[in-house]
DNA sequence: AGCGTAGGGATTGTTGAACAATCCTGCAAG
DNA sequence: CTTGCAGGATTGTTCAACAATCCCTACGCT
């Protein structure tokens, strides 16, 4: 925090300014498109089975058809639209098939993350678990406020820095886009509070095992723990095709 | 095999020409041009570091640059080819670090394929079992003919099926993504052969014991497998990089 | 009325040319 | 040896147009 540099501070200080650079000029026009387009769809504004027309986003977002064709290719690998040859992208409609294949992913990668860190215990150092922590904060301020959509981001925040631990970019990469897929999921769901509110205690107790090094009985937790969600989801889920 | 139709050998014939009809109409020009170019890098013909010119690749592949930059944008998300903003589109190239990162997704997902067959054995008709055999198969004749790219082809095929019992289609899209990576770096390897033989009798190995039904033996000889060949493939990949 | 079918309008797929922005190379100056 | 500055080449983006395909409606037939 200090003006002066000493080399570790400088080091820091240009690592900062770098990422800064990176993110203001990386890809730009097709990436910032893609940018506001996943946040209409993961906030809810565009609905599953909503249909992207071109000529009308071209002028809301000022970019070329060809341009929004690439954010289109963006978000589509991110599982966020699909294309439909000839008919266009729409937001995709996700079934409980999906949520099955969704869980079993989210079981095998959860779960060896977690049983991978008692193997290089030593190696990792406590700041590694801050933004659990952080997470599991926000998730139980948000809930005091009745914020539950912003509980559920919480939630999925932790999940993405559980699987972070594992210092993975191809495992990160997976679960951003499992996680991005099931936002998709609950926004089927009427009822966000009694989906995300069991959560809140047990991500805690979770990061709670974590920290005192209580692998083994972290990962047979967070095993339930998916579990328990998957089956959660799934019951609201068909109430929703009941009533719908 | 007959020409008349009984009711199952005519449903498969129709299956083919629809899986047929399908695979020519599809999105087409960006597609067709993606699966020229996808060839081009998974048998070596562009291999790691390469450079893709734009205006070189319009004219060999007779699409207009906006089509091939659709191309491009779906190999990227094979992990095929990445984008460096303002310079281009390369293949890449992978490192030590890459092929931990690989083998350790490639044994979370596979040895829980083999495992979670246990729990729905009944379920699991023995034809689902002949794409592995026909891979084992294709394998040793391979190696009886000394073509041992084709060895490493049969290879991955084998893993992909192996993967394809779980049902999972996210499972079988990030093992083609982690398979077509893996053949990437095969490339920097000078002799397949010492790379890819112990494998053979392995996979059939392991064929065995699955159609034995004896899967947790499966699930230990897949690990350590495993575990082995990442071996085998770091220590192939310093002596390259002491040579190169 | 019910059903298959042809037309018309709208949308997507693809092209080609053009311009702006950026990178790389080489060279000159300090 | 580093720094700064052209010049040329390549990528990023836009625009306008045409072709191909889909959806919907209206028509004609039985």
Redesign the pocket.
């Known amino acids: 925090m200090s003006t002066g540099g000493d080399e570790t501070g400088r080091q820091a200080w240009l690592r900062t300014v770098a990422a800064d650079v990176a993110r203001l ?1 990386r ?6 498109a893609a940018d506001v387009l996943r946040r209409s769809i993961t906030e809810g504004a565009l609905p599953p089975g909503a ?5 009308e986003l ?1 002028e809301v977002l ?9 954010a289109f290719r963006l978000l589509t690998h991110e599982g966020l639209l699909v ?7 729409f937001v995709p409609e996700l079934d409980e098939h999906d949520v099955v294949d969704l869980y079993r992913l989210r079981r095998v990668l959860e779960v060896d993350v977690i049983r991978g860190l008692a193997e290089r215990d030593p190696e990792l150092p406590a700041e590694r678990l801050e933004p659990l922590h952080d997470d599991v904060e926000a998730a139980e301020a948000a809930a005091n406020a009745d914020r539950w959509p912003a509980v559920g981001t919480a939630n999925m925040r932790f999940h993405q820095h559980l699987i972070e631990l594992a210092d993975s970019d191809r495992m990160n990469a997976i679960t951003s886009r499992l996680l991005a897929e099931l936002r998709l999921l609950f926004h089927v769901i009427a009822t966000p509070r009694e989906l995300h509110e069991p959560y809140i205690e047990r991500n805690r107790g979770l990061f709670e095992l974590i920290e005192a090094r209580k692998y083994e009985q972290a990962a047979a937790d967070l095993h339930q723990y998916l579990l328990d969600s998957e089956a959660g989801l799934l019951t609201a889920f068909r109430d929703k095709g009941l009533r719908g």
Chains 1, 2 share one sequence.
Do not use: C, F, M, P
């Open positions: 000029d890809s730009s026009s097709a990436e910032r249909q992207l027309s071109e000529i071209t000022e970019v070329s058809r060809n341009t929004l064709r690439e294309y439909k040859l000839h008919r266009g992208v």
